[in-house]
């Protein structure tokens, strides 16, 4: 099981760009999570999909966006790019029948931009 | 709404001796609550869980956590440092609805 898995692992933008950062689940689950984490500072919640739907979002603005597949995976897309959204963007998975809260983390993708 | 505190920001032990990462939380419900940790350049690794089971909570590497409702806290512990131990440690409350909220962040350093 390779567990959570993103692409690209770093990715450099300029302001006003577009980006699309990817992301599997873990084998199993079916619940997916996109984490905003700026330099030394704690995780931020972007938005959840669940069923190929946003379910819940935290407070981040309309220029993020994303998509869940039927094979569960996901996409966050960001327009418009600033050079406050220079971060680690990490993945997290879950298995939405246990609904204890914890989440299984990927990587991350660390956006730049310039 | 939940969200949790971290006390320390920065937390310096020797190898071989006890850790203490402290967690204050507030929460409107019975909460969840987490301990990640994240080395460098690393996810975020769930260190353990409480989910209103047993107050003492075990984890891996051999950290424990005590959920204690009456000082709204969930330290988290470690009898004895290594060196591997080293790395960013997160106190972590979810929500009804399965959003984590982060607090911000201890730094653990263990020294030789």
């Known amino acids: 099981d390779a567990g959570v898995t993103q692409s690209p692992t770093h990715l450099i933008k300029t302001r006003g760009q577009q980006v699309t950062l990817r992301c599997s689940p873990k084998?199993?689950?079916?619940?997916v999570s996109w984490y905003q984490q700026a330099l030394g500072q704690g995780p931020q919640f972007i938005f959840q999909y669940y069923e190929e739907e946003e379910r819940q979002r935290g407070n981040f603005p309309d220029r993020f966006s994303g998509h869940q597949f039927p094979n569960y995976s996901s996409e966050l897309n960001v327009n418009a790019l600033l050079l406050g959204d220079s971060a680690l963007y990490l993945c997290?998975?879950?298995?939405?029948?246990?609904?204890?809260?914890?989440?299984?983390f990927g990587p991350g993708t660390r956006l730049t931009v310039l | 709404a939940q969200s949790v505190t971290q006390l320390d920001s920065h937390v310096s032990v020797s190898e071989g001796t006890p850790v203490l990462l402290r967690c204050n939380y507030s929460?409107?419900?019975?909460?969840?609550l987490f301990w990640y940790v994240q080395h460098p350049n690393k996810g975020l690794q769930l260190l353990l869980k409480?989910?209103?089971?047993?107050?003492l909570v075990k984890g891996i590497n051999g950290f424990e956590a005590e959920f204690k409702k009456s000082e709204t806290s969930f330290h988290l512990t470690k009898p004895s440092a290594h060196m591997s131990d080293a790395a960013e440690y997160f106190c972590v409350v979810s929500d009804f609805a399965d959003k984590l909220i982060f607090g911000t962040g201890t730094r653990l350093q263990v020294f030789p």
């Open positions: 929460s409107s419900y019975s909460p969840s």
């Open positions: 997290a998975s879950s298995p939405r029948r246990e609904r204890e809260g914890w989440q299984f």
């Open positions: 409480y989910t209103s089971a047993a107050t």
């Open positions: 084998s199993g689950h079916d619940t």
